[in-house]
Nanobody, 118 residues
Framework: VQLQASGGGLVQTGGSLTLSCAAS????????MAWFRQAPGKERDFVGS????????DYADSVKGRFTISANNYKRTLYLRMNSLKPEDTAIYYC????????????WGQGTLVTVSS
């Protein structure tokens, strides 16, 4: 299984950015796909998740109403649309996957850096 995150970059406060995560190597039916982020000097935090089948989403309070997770099943690609970006959103963003009954995320992408300038 491979997860390949992309789309990071430099954006101004209030701007928008869309991250992509290309998934390959297996079918993801029954999987939960998620985004995490790790800011400099901090622990990795949950951003949001989406159930590959059914589309149910969950978000961290800090991003609710600003970030949206979606997926293109045919392309096997997960997206994170980020609006109204703030400097505190600056982090390396990772995509991850786990089977819906698993406690931990088994598969991780390499991360993509998002920098929000003030």
């Amino acid at each position: 299984v491979q997860l390949q995150a992309s789309g990071g970059g430099l954006v101004q406060t209030g701007g928008s950015l869309t991250l992509s995560c290309a998934a390959s190597g297996r079918t993801f039916s029954g999987y939960i796909m998620a985004w995490f982020r790790q800011a400099p000097g901090k622990e990795r935090d949950f951003v949001g998740s989406l159930r590959w089948n059914g589309g149910r989403t969950d978000y961290a309070d800090s991003v609710k109403g600003r970030f949206t997770i979606s997926a293109n099943n045919y392309k096997r690609t997960l997206y994170l649309r980020m609006n109204s970006l703030k400097p505190e959103d600056t982090a390396i963003y990772y995509c991850a996957a786990r089977f819906f009954t698993a406690a931990n995320y088994s598969y991780w992408g390499q991360g993509t850096l998002v920098t929000v300038s003030s």
